[in-house]
């Protein structure tokens, strides 16, 4: 294997989800670890404390399938993109990274989308009083519909008039009440990324 182990036969594995990008875990690998990880597809790591090899997901089933496995430029450190069976940490968290010593304002990023799409199913299942959400999935399938036709209209509107804020704007509503519709029809956001992951790929060759 093209990597470099420290001293003690260890290499630093950044766990990340491959989906949301979240950094869910900072573990360690040897190199018998390692080699189990890409045999298995599932993460392996070496405990320091234990000085024995574990299986994620062992006890708890929360395993993590392996997607990729990438060296820094020096080749002494991992990142290994998974798609977690559930929390990472053992608290029970789905990051093991949950505490802020420094939070200050940041652009959008496309980590909002899996958190978005949490929130709304857990509003399915809740469907706390008052809220929005419960309101549309409360209402049904055709008040959604009609969401959804009545936002992508004032996003074309908004471009049509050359309004930059107005298709921000709009076209955060009809985001979001998309995937309100995904959530109704059962149909996992993922798999429509997947699609276009697909496409993407078939155009590259």
Not at 36 to 48: A, C, D, G, Q
Not at 97 to 113: H, Q
Not at 148 to 158: D, F, L, Q, R, S
Request: glycine share 6%; hydrophobic share 35%.
């Amino acid at each position: 294997m093209n990597v470099k182990f420290n001293e003690q036969g260890l290499i630093t594995a950044v766990v990340q989800d491959a989906q949301s990008k979240e950094v869910l875990t900072v573990s360690y690998m040897n190199e018998e670890s390692l080699k189990k990880t890409i045999e298995t597809n599932e993460t392996w790591f070496y405990s320091r404390s234990r000085q024995e090899l574990w299986h994620k997901g062992a006890t708890s089933g929360n395993t993590q399938k392996v997607v990729s496995i990438k060296t820094d430029c020096d080749q002494d450190a991992l990142v290994i993109e998974v798609v977690p069976a559930g929390p990472a940490c053992h608290n029970g968290t789905t990051s093991c990274f949950t505490e802020s010593l420094v939070e200050n304002e940041r652009p959008g990023t496309v980590a909002i989308l899996p958190q978005l799409v949490e929130v709304i199913k857990q509003r399915e299942i809740d469907m706390p009083e008052g809220a929005y959400t419960t309101y549309l999935f409360d209402k049904g399938i055709d008040k959604i519909c009609k969401k959804v036709g009545e936002e992508a209209t004032e996003v074309v509107i908004g471009a049509k008039n050359r309004d930059k804020e107005e298709v921000k704007w709009e076209s955060a509503d009809l985001l979001y009440h998309l995937l309100v519709l995904l959530q109704e029809q059962k149909v996992d956001v993922y798999e429509v990324l997947d699609v276009l992951q697909k496409r993407h790929e078939g155009k590259k060759q």
